[in-house]
């Protein structure tokens, strides 16, 4: 199937792994990501004024059109953004968490499995709040890893917020926020925002944190992403 | 707080004043906001309230400062209302802006995206006073040089503009 793909500005730099692992996992399912031209920043979360953010969103949706009626954005913040603007229009936005059901995901070949290992599957805010952008299956990353023999932990606080966004404005918010997660977490913490993973890495001790696209690779039998 | 600041928190949200009255006082927003991690006694009705009665809402506010827009008093609203939304608002009608927050902006008028090199730049000094730099280490996997994107400026009506049209 082919999607039109809204890579967003973090995923061209310090999260380009998502980029890669999100690209990837969709080429072993036989999926063609097509990137929109020219798209534009969504604003994530810098714009008081509504209507601004509806607009740069909008404008990313315009260049999308004739591609594929289906979008795909990996960060929360951008597909949020997108789901806002689009509303009920022309386009499904979805963020790939949206779509990684085990149903979406039976078409890998799964090479490896998790007996006998923990993770903490983490989604903190975007992904589950509010309501009319959520993902709609809230433990889907859970089901994955049990699924493949696997435990999981730290559920108290897989909705609490790290403070990511208030990381280069109040540090100290940040870290306090983070280390209330980091402090419940057992084995590596699976995460798919990049604020959350850049706020939890920073102020990890011996905690790891993987995006869980990479999970899904290192099972698909790919080297070098766990 | 002026006429003008107040006024703009409505149109920037597209609330109205009176949208507000449909606020019980549950304080069920209180309950499971995030900054009660940070600061005592947070309440964002006391907001809405202020908001709803024309009064002047305090910039030294706890949410002004620390709300991480995580959604939960969204949520946990039985009205749904957004107050994240609301707080950025304020921050932008009482031009509370970050040097972060100027640094996005700023990046979005020249590329239309943000271009992290010059973020970092942007905000080098705020970075190293703050104390930021200690973390370098562990942010080797985000660092790389990669060259601005090559994206045009984008014209007045599909690029971030000012409040002018300019961009």
Known sequence: MDYAYYPGCSLTGSARRLDKGVRKVFRLLGHTLKDIPDWNCCGAFEYGDRKELTRLSGENLRKAKGMAREVIAPCPACSKNLKEANGDGDFRVYNPLDLFSKDFLSGLTIKRDLKGQVFTPYYGCVLLRPAETAIPNTSVMEEFVMNLGADVAGEKVKDRCCGGNRFFINKWATEKLSRMILEKSKGPILVFCPLCHMALTTFSGNERVVYFTDLILYVAGEEGTL | ?167
């Open chain 2, 1 to 167: 707080m002026n006429e003008e600041q107040f006024k703009a928190i409505f149109e920037l949200t597209g609330y109205r004043q009176q949208d507000f009255s449909v606020c019980l006082g549950c304080k069920i927003c209180a309950s499971v906001c995030t900054v009660n991690d940070l600061s005592p006694s947070v309440n964002p009705q006391d907001i809405l309230l202020s908001l709803f009665l024309g009064h002047e809402v305090n910039s030294d506010h706890a949410l002004v400062h620390y709300c991480t827009n995580c959604y939960r008093c969204t949520n946990a609203c039985p009205w749904g209302i957004r107050i994240p939304e609301v707080i950025r608002a304020l921050r932008e009608s009482l031009a509370l802006e970050s040097t972060f927050e100027r640094a996005f902006k700023g990046s979005l008028k020249i590329w239309g995206r943000v271009y992290e090199p010059y973020i970092f730049m942007k905000t080098g000094v705020f970075l190293l006073k703050e104390g930021y730099l200690k973390y370098m280490p562990k942010w080797t996997e985000y660092m790389s040089f990669h060259l601005p994107h090559g994206v045009r400026r984008l014209s007045s009506q599909g690029g971030p503009s000012d409040s002018k049209g300019r961009l």
